[in-house]
């Protein structure tokens, strides 16, 4: 069994802390995806990892960034952390960059409140 | 436009009804297909892949028309933990894009 883990279940921060999410993959798995998803706007792709010390940006990269120092560890940063970056924010991982069976696999998530 | 497009419902269907979901997506590339489902505050969790010749897995049904670009996911027989939402994911040049999804709650 896949198993993706993320390092809070609930996290509560101020605006302008430095904030990191970790998330971990047991799978040996190459590609690696930070999303968040908030209600009446689904999930939302921030930055991906196709392997070790590369990252692209996604769809909302803007006051974020992110770390993969090793194969199963994808980290996601807020520099300074603002109120509308309360969200529940989603790892995923994923085994092949093109095949046909490239399903994701996400951890449990992380809500962040930011005060 | 969205690029994967969700009838966000929500359905409220009785149980042992059969329900039908539809997914529509303009990139025409696209080279796979999913349904997945989301329980309340959980993560999501793939349910089953959608092929060309269309796929079951129990009650479950899943179908692609790639002439029209969308999928359908087909649940007979509802029962009440099948209450979720289904999310359809299309994958193209590695990209995965989610749709909003489906809020499905089957009543006793």
């Known amino acids: 069994d896949v198993k993706v883990t993320q390092s809070s279940r609930y996290l509560v921060k101020r605006t302008g802390e430095k904030v990191f999410l970790e998330c971990v993959q047991d799978m040996d798995h190459e590609n690696m995806f930070w999303y968040r998803q908030d209600p009446g706007l689904g999930l939302r792709l921030i930055y991906f990892s196709y392997d070790v010390k590369m990252k692209e940006k996604g769809d909302i990269p803007e006051g974020y960034s992110v770390s993969r120092e090793k194969k199963e560890r994808f980290s996601l940063i807020l520099e300074s952390a603002s109120t509308n970056q309360t969200s529940m924010y989603l790892c995923?991982?994923?085994?092949?960059?093109?095949?046909?069976?490239?399903?994701?696999?996400f951890g449990p998530g992380t809500r962040l409140l930011v005060l | 436009r969205k690029e994967v497009e969700q009838d966000p419902g929500p359905f409220n269907v009785p149980e042992g009804a059969t329900v039908a979901f539809n997914c529509t997506y303009s990139?025409?590339?696209?080279?796979?297909f999913f349904w997945y489902r989301q329980d309340c505050r959980k993560e999501p969790k793939l349910l089953m892949s959608v092929y060309s010749s269309g796929n079951e897995d129990g009650r479950f049904t899943a179908q692609l028309n790639r002439a029209s670009q969308y999928i359908s996911l087909l649940i007979r027989d509802s029962k009440l933990s099948d209450s979720a939402t289904y999310l359809c994911v299309v994958n193209s040049a590695g990209k995965s894009t989610f749709g909003d999804g489906t809020t499905l709650t089957v009543k006793p």
């Open positions: 995923a991982s994923r085994t092949a960059r093109v095949a046909r069976e490239e399903t994701q696999y």
């Open positions: 990139n025409s590339a696209s080279q796979s």
